[in-house]
């Protein structure tokens, strides 16, 4: 993208990517090409979004976790996390993948989801999430919004928000 100028056709190595166009969807890989257009490219720019999403996911995790059970619970479950071999090493906490990106708007989403529910407030945290997840990963978009209209039709405070707001 940063070579060509082109930011809507994904390449790689000089080879089109039409499925990656719709399975990744663009967001990811204008991040990266903003990233090497200001920085250049090295090893940094390629692995730092997933760092620093991996990190967040991290910290989400710990949070949410010290929320619900308490401080060794956060710190349990953030041990347990960081000693993952799927997360750190295959997912690309450390490679420059698209899964911390992808996790860490699952992640959020679901909290923010449950923190409206709990509240009462307002769902546009958490449909943020998932505009940021058609960015990311179209398909994956499809599970938050099928769980939440589960959720809201499955719980009576559920229901009783879900008609207010088709009205």
Known sequence: ???????????????SRPRDAFLNAPFHYW????????????????????????TGVLGLVCW?????????????????????????Y?????????EPLVAFFLLLGAMTFSRAL???????????????????????ALIPALCDLALLIGFPAGRTRLWDWLK
């Open 1 to 15: 993208m940063v070579d060509s100028g082109d930011w809507f056709t994904v390449e790689f190595r000089g080879v």
């Open 64 to 88: 949410w976790a010290h929320r619900l059970a308490g401080f060794y619970a956060a710190l349990a479950a953030g041990a347990l996390f960081l000693t993952t071999y799927q997360f750190v």
């Open 118 to 140: 709990e509240r009462g407030s307002s769902f546009i945290p958490q449909h943020l999430c998932i505009v940021a997840l058609l960015g990311l990963r179209s398909p994956l």
């Open 31 to 54: 991040a990266r090409a903003a990233l090497i257009t200001v920085f250049g490219s090295n090893l940094w720019t390629v692995r730092i979004l997933s760092a620093l999403f991996s």
């Open 90 to 98: 295959i997912h690309g906490a450390r490679t420059g993948e698209l």
